[in-house]
Nanobody, 125 residues
Framework: VHVVGSGGGSVQPGGSLRLSCAVSGDISSIYTMTWHRQTPGQGRTWVAFLNSEMRPVYRDYVKGRFTVSREVAATSVNLYLQMDNLEPEDTAVYYC??????????????????WGQGLQVTVRP
């Protein structure tokens, strides 16, 4: 699985941005798709993801403002994070994370994560 992120930038409070991640390779093995963010001095935390049934899950502090979605093509998947009504506290580096699930010959489930590059989002007056 190959993941390439794009988007980000700088906006004023109340503005909107959309982040994207283009996923290619063995897309049939995708298990979950997650957006994380990280601020200086803080660990990386998830903010929204599509679970194993591809249903969206959100942190409370982004509910109603962020929307995670995907667009499936024949050999690729695009993951999106639409961010509306942005607040200065949303300033962070954002990462997409694609989790792959492979069932081994022995019947065990192996999980691997593939990350896109960091995308800077800055919200300031």
């Amino acid at each position: 699985v190959h993941v390439v992120g794009s988007g980000g930038g700088s906006v004023q409070p109340g503005g909107s941005l959309r982040l994207s991640c283009a996923v290619s390779g063995d897309i049939s093995s995708i298990y979950t798709m997650t957006w994380h963010r990280q601020t200086p001095g803080q660990g990386r935390t998830w903010v929204a993801f599509l679970n194993s049934e591809m249903r969206p899950v959100y942190r409370d502090y982004v509910k109603g403002r962020f929307t995670v979605s995907r667009e499936v093509a024949a050999t690729s998947v695009n993951l999106y994070l639409q961010m509306d009504n942005l607040e200065p506290e949303d300033t962070a580096v954002y990462y997409c994370d694609v989790e792959e699930k492979i069932t081994t010959y022995e019947g065990d489930d192996d999980f691997d994560d593939y990350w896109g590059q960091g995308l800077q989002v800055t919200v300031r007056p």
